[in-house]
């Protein structure tokens, strides 16, 4: 059974930075394609950006410019670097793994709060 494990999270000021991580058990990210996703307080579960096997990225309009997404097939891991955070970013961001859209792995969340 595949995990994934996120990693990265915590407590940050208004404009500051976090590098989220999605560490896979095994090598499925020339697989599937890779997101992340959030959810804050009474909210729904939202993507915030994706990449697919080819590279190709699509990000949520909120985190346009701010948020990158990659991936080291090597390492097992993907990554979300967020730069610029504001405090509505404050959410549990997850990692999932898709084929064809349809979620195949999560991972259990890491918190990111963003308050001054």
């Known amino acids: 059974q595949v995990q994934l494990v996120e990693s990265g999270g915590g407590l940050v000021q208004p404009g500051g930075s976090l590098r989220l991580s999605c560490a896979a058990s095994?090598?499925?990210?020339?697989?599937?394609?890779t997101g992340w996703y959030r959810q804050a307080p009474g909210k729904q579960r939202e993507l915030v950006a994706r990449i697919t096997t080819g590279d190709i990225t699509n990000y949520a309009d909120s985190v346009k410019g701010r948020f990158t997404i990659s991936r080291d097939n090597a390492k097992n891991t993907v990554y979300l670097q967020m730069n610029s955070l504001k405090p509505e970013d404050t959410a549990v961001y997850y990692c999932?793994?898709?084929?064809?859209?349809?979620?195949?792995?999560w991972g259990q969340g890491t918190q990111v709060t963003v308050s001054s």
């Open positions: 999932n793994a898709d084929w064809n859209l349809a979620s195949v792995y």
């Open positions: 095994g090598n499925i990210f020339s697989i599937y394609a």
